[in-house]
């Protein structure tokens, strides 16, 4: 596990992100300034052991827990962007103790959809056993094995992420070895593997209606509405489910955190201010 400590103590914010340190590059100076800051790179991603292991969003979920638990020592705000920002909120519904407020940028996470019949589950008889599965599962691991090849090449890096940015002037060659250096770990082809056929696969299991309806903190969603992965509409619609959500759209792709930073550190410094006053004034009310 890797992480960053730093700036003072009047408030703690917590950064879980698939690769933290170099995409915070922008924010973590800014927020040190007033916030005692960590930047947390969930296990599988970014300088984080590569571990084999079955990959779920309960392994995230713990490692934010345990981190909070055993280096925080306070409840906390978590930030967290795509991948970070699920488990994030998977986190502050699951242990609302440990959570003051959270702030996701173009999380990941699907919603349910009632549509969709349930997949039954034949993988018990012999001929799936036997022979399908693992023929579904060799072909699987050299299809992956070279998409993954291809992936970590910094040309491919490069391109996916101006694909994904509006402004790629931050599109940089600091910003692709961020992620292609841990990709040359012996272990990422196997956790790519994993990831692509466990966890991706099965998100149904964890949808954003369900989490939604157990969170209590204050939510900020700061939204990057040009990104053509996640759309804005998928903001609004955690709001309707959520109301306790505010919402700041940013002209910018998936990463608006890194993008437009000056934009996405204004309205994350605001609203943790309004935070701090509301405590402020319940505090005084007792």
């Known amino acids: 596990m890797r992480s960053r400590d730093v700036g003072g103590a009047l408030r703690t914010c917590l950064r879980c992100a698939k690769s933290c340190g170099r995409q915070g590059r922008y924010n973590i100076p800014e927020l040190a300034k007033k916030y005692k800051v960590y930047a947390l790179d969930l296990l599988g991603f970014g300088w984080s052991e590569k571990a084999i292991i079955e990959y779920d969003a309960t392994i995230w979920r713990d490692q934010v827990a345990d981190f909070m638990k055993d280096i925080v020592k306070e409840p906390a705000i ?23 407020g959270l702030v996701l940028l173009n999380t990941a996470g ?11 589950n034949n993988e018990k008889s012999a001929i799936n056993k ?13 299809f992956l094995g ?11 890096v490069k391109s996916v992420l101006k694909s994904v940015y509006i402004n790629t002037s931050n599109v940089d ?21 994993r990831l ?29 509405d040009l990104d053509p992965w996640v759309r804005p509409a998928k903001a609004v619609r955690i709001k309707e489910f959520y109301p306790n959500t505010s919402i700041v759209n940013l002209k910018a792709g998936h990463c608006p955190h890194d993008e437009v930073p000056e934009l996405v550190n204004n309205a994350l ?11 402020s004034f319940q505090m005084a009310q007792t």
């Open 78 to 100: 978590l930030v967290g962007n795509s991948l970070g920002g699920f488990t994030a909120l998977f986190t502050a519904s699951e242990l609302p103790q440990l959570v003051r």
């Open 110 to 120: 699907q919603f349910s959809d009632l549509n969709i019949k349930p997949v039954i």
């Open 130 to 142: 036997y022979l399908v599965n693992p023929m579904k599962q060799a072909f699987q691991r050299v």
């Open 146 to 156: 070279i998409l993954f090849w291809q992936a970590k090449q910094p040309s491919r």
């Open 173 to 193: 060659d600091y910003l692709v070895e961020s992620i292609t250096r841990p990709a040359g770990d012996p272990n990422a082809g196997e956790v790519y593997y």
């Open 196 to 224: 692509m056929t466990r966890f991706m696969m099965n998100q149904s299991n964890y949808t954003l209606d369900s989490i939604l309806q157990k969170l209590s903190c204050p939510l900020l969603l700061l939204w990057g």
């Open 269 to 279: 410094i605001d609203w943790l201010t309004s935070l701090d006053h509301e405590a």
